[in-house]
């Protein structure tokens, strides 16, 4: 006899949604065999893994099922896992992709009551939980991101955008579905600014995230204000190291910030592209040649390293 299992709407959004060709085929494959073949994922009688496999189970009584039990510390840890488990989906869309890597972030830092070293329990005690990252000296953002192969500042802002899209859910539920969705297709800078605005500003910059964006007219970057300005402080800073009554002797440590800002300038620019030209990364072709334009700096960086 099937054990009668929970659902839990948060563990259940966290999961892209089949649509109605990949439910349909589903539950034929699953009418024609007679049985659920894969176990579902369970954690204190609610499913972690499993929810449409259920839902077709209880819709047609006698398809029998399978259980696999997992314990773990608290509701933010079984998100992680459960955010690790989707990302080895291979239909994921980009945005999907960010969105549970943002998620998977934000839920161990609050797991881990944002202490490498420890985990919580289920009381929201600390308990003496090493973590694998403390063993490789990585951040936790450090090791997402190499077990997803992208940035750790990717990792980071991910995180930003899923505490905005969470920031939004608060005021306006369902929001979050439909960015993750893509119903709606808000700005990564509009949907992070929510959880960083005053409690009085974020009802209004959540309802603006329904508001479709105007597509940019293209300018070249040289073109801008903000750039023109960024150019005018850069120069201005260098006049200064060079031609001040009492200049500073140039250091390889100051070289250094210098070098560390121009690398942050250069994501922040991308970024920006990224966000007003989202088709840059949705569409497979402008995607290949973003890649191809990217390997320079990429090459530049294995030439530094001596590879």
């Not at 969705?181 to 500003?201: M, Y």
Request: charged share 30%.
């Amino acid at each position: 006899m099937n054990t009668v299992l929970k659902i839990d709407p948060e563990f259940e959004s966290i999961c892209p949604s089949l649509t109605d060709e990949e439910y349909a085929q589903l539950e034929e494959n699953i009418l024609t065999e007679g049985l659920i073949l894969m176990p579902l994922i369970v954690w204190d009688g609610t499913i972690i893994d499993g929810h449409n496999r259920y839902k077709i189970a209880q819709a047609h009584p006698g398809i029998e099922y399978r259980i696999h039990e997992k314990h773990f510390v608290n509701r933010y840890e079984a998100i992680s896992w459960i955010c690790k488990n989707q990302l080895g989906r291979r239909n994921l869309t980009d945005l999907q992709k960010k969105i549970l890597i943002g998620r998977q972030f934000e839920s161990e830092k609050a797991a881990h009551g944002g202490n490498r070293s420890t985990s919580r329990d289920s009381n929201g005690q600390f308990t003496a939980k090493p973590q694998t990252e403390v063993l490789r000296n990585e951040t936790t953002s450090q090791r997402i991101a190499r077990e997803n192969k992208v940035g750790h500042a990717y990792v980071e802002r991910a995180g930003a955008f899923v505490r905005g899209m969470d920031a939004a859910e608060t005021l306006i539920p369902g929001i979050s579905q439909e960015i993750f969705t893509g119903v709606i297709n808000p700005s990564a800078k509009d949907v992070a600014a929510i959880a960083k605005a005053p409690p009085e500003e974020r009802r209004q910059k959540a309802e603006k995230l329904r508001v479709p964006r105007e597509k940019p007219t293209p300018q070249p970057i040289g073109s801008r204000k903000e750039a023109r300005q960024e150019l005018k402080e850069i120069r201005d800073i260098y006049a200064d190291m060079v031609q001040g009554e009492t200049p500073t002797p140039a250091s390889e440590d100051s070289i250094l910030e210098t070098l560390r800002g121009a690398v942050t300038d250069m994501i922040r620019v991308c970024d920006t592209l990224f966000s007003d030209f989202p088709r840059l990364l949705e569409d497979s072709t402008y995607k290949a040649k973003v890649i191809e334009i990217m390997q320079e700096p990429k090459q530049y960086i294995l030439e530094i390293e001596g590879e």
